[in-house]
């Protein structure tokens, strides 16, 4: 039961920090506000993907190791929006934004990976 509200936090916090950053990330150009569109769509399916094939029997630590790491960026990118509401937008928050995004679709990916190599 407990590796099954693992999986579930975990995907469900991946999904949130894919569309949570859309809202934070504002670009006066067209084309870099459709690759944040694009991220967000490839965050969707990465997480359904997830959740469809992922899945464990038991708990191991990659399960602990990856939800403090989501955590963790949760944190950051609610640090990076209290900026974004105090100063505005900037591309330093843009670019910090991006790449906590890329790094949790990053950690997801070894998340299902992790899922079939200690099955």
Do not use: W
């Not at 569309?19 to 399916?45: C, D, P």
């Not at 403090?68 to 640090?79: H, S, W």
């Not at 928050?93 to 997801?108: A, D, E, G, H």
Request: some cysteine; hydrophobic content about 55%.
């Amino acid at each position: 039961m407990l590796e099954f509200l693992l999986d579930i936090l975990i995907s469900f916090m991946v999904l949130g920090i894919t569309l949570f950053s859309a809202h934070i990330i504002k670009f006066k150009s067209s084309t870099l506000e459709n690759i944040v569109a694009i991220t967000g769509l490839f965050g969707i399916l990465l997480v359904g993907t997830g959740i469809y094939i992922g899945g464990s029997v038991s708990v191991h630590a990659y399960h602990y190791i990856i939800f403090i790491v989501q955590l963790i960026i949760t944190g950051l990118l609610l640090l990076l929006y209290r900026l974004f509401k105090r100063g505005g937008p900037s591309k330093l928050i843009n670019i910090c934004s991006i790449f906590l995004v890329l790094v949790s679709l990053l950690t997801y990916v070894y998340y299902i990976n992790a899922s079939f190599i200690y099955y």
